[in-house]
């Protein structure tokens, strides 16, 4: 059955390559800074939503005075990563709610 051997190795290594593909390309997406506004913005709310409105993270699209650079506090870092797993777990939820009807 060598060539049995051939076709599953073959799809192996497609699988690996596009999951490799599918890694880089969301981190790479991830990281920009358009998607890091909007998954900031996600987690700013989905925070609020969970605390009733009692903990409020200021808007990252603030002014910042010429000259400098933009510094990041720990509770923009705690949006960021609030709203990136908030997403990945609706995701999450959505696929696995869909998947016994197909």
Do not use: N
């Not at 049995?4 to 073959?10: K, L, R, S, W």
């Not at 002014?63 to 705690?78: F, K, L, N």
């Amino acid at each position: 059955m060598p060539i049995d051997d051939a076709v599953g190795e073959a799809v192996g290594f497609i699988v690996r390559q596009a999951g490799g593909l599918v890694v880089d390309l969301t981190v790479e997406h991830v990281f920009s800074r358009h998607t890091a506004r909007f998954f900031h913005g996600v987690g700013r709310r989905v925070i609020a939503a969970a605390t009733l409105g009692r903990k409020r993270i200021p808007s990252s699209l603030r002014t910042i005075p010429v000259g400098t650079h933009p510094r990041p506090r720990p509770a923009d870092w705690w949006a960021l990563w609030v709203g990136i797993g908030s997403w990945i777990a609706l995701f999450l939820i959505l696929g696995l709610a869909v998947t016994p009807f197909l």
